[in-house]
């Protein structure tokens, strides 16, 4: 079955530390990927998405992934992370399948930032 | 643009009672979703709609649950009767058949006591 991993359920960094979060996922083709960002309170939204080309993504608020094939992985990166940054993250795939848009989410990771 | 607007934002009943949740999407946009959010289960798709057509409602719990589209500037997603296990967030999303990215909704806060 289909299936979206972000092994990590909580981190904590302190402010102007970089941050990794992982995503994995379980397809055979490549689908697309995605990330979104909820702060407390609200509603999800999109941080980047990776269809096809550069394996590179740059995203908002100084947010970058990269696609990696042989891992089957999107990891979600910024070098340096600032006090609103913290939220809650989630990776989330769509197999690419014609019409088919239902995306497959992970459980989350929940940042915390020290001062 | 508006973004996608949800009423209302929050939601408290007593079991057993009807509960409805409204979801306003973009303009222009031609696929609606119907998500609810708890802390055990996470993010759950219940049902999404693609030109205001049901397109994949395998993930409605129940038959308690019902929700419709009657056109392209309105959704309702219904409970009755409603549960305490039914409390939870319930997002609505909206996304254009060319961009793939799904814009969210505030969200409804129900909780069932």
């Known amino acids: 079955a289909q299936s979206v991993t972000q092994p990590d359920i909580h981190i904590t960094v302190s402010e102007g530390a970089s941050l990794e979060l992982r995503c994995n996922y379980s397809?055979?083709?490549?689908?697309?990927l995605f990330w979104y960002v909820q702060s407390p309170g609200q509603g999800l939204q999109l941080l980047l998405k990776?269809?096809?080309?550069d394996t590179l993504v740059q995203g908002i608020k100084g947010f970058e992934a990269e696609f990696k094939r042989s891992q089957s992985s999107f990891n979600l990166r910024k070098p340096s992370v600032h006090w609103s940054d913290a939220a809650e993250y989630f990776c989330?795939?769509?197999?690419?399948?014609?019409?088919?848009?239902?995306?497959?989410w992970g459980l989350g990771t929940s940042l915390a930032v020290n001062p | 643009d508006a973004g996608v607007i949800q009423s209302p934002r929050h939601e408290v009943t007593e079991m057993g009672q009807e509960v409805t949740l409204r979801c306003k999407p973009i303009?222009?946009?031609?696929?609606l979703f119907w998500y609810r959010q708890t802390m055990m289960r996470g993010l759950e798709l219940l049902i999404y709609?693609?030109?205001?057509?049901?397109?994949?409602d395998s993930g409605m719990p129940e038959d308690r649950f019902s929700a419709k589209m009657p056109n392209a500037s309105f959704s309702t997603l219904k409970i009755q009767p409603s549960e305490p296990r039914d409390s939870a967030v319930y997002f609505c999303?909206?996304?254009?058949?060319?961009?793939?990215?799904?814009?969210f909704g505030p969200g409804t806060r129900l909780t069932v006591l």
């Open positions: 989330a795939v769509e197999p690419n399948a014609g019409n088919n848009r239902k995306l497959i």
């Open positions: 397809y055979g083709a490549t689908p697309y």
């Open positions: 999303a909206s996304s254009h058949d060319s961009i793939h990215e799904q814009f």
């Open positions: 303009s222009g946009h031609d696929y």
């Open positions: 709609f693609n030109n205001n057509v049901p397109i994949d």
């Open positions: 990776y269809f096809s080309g």
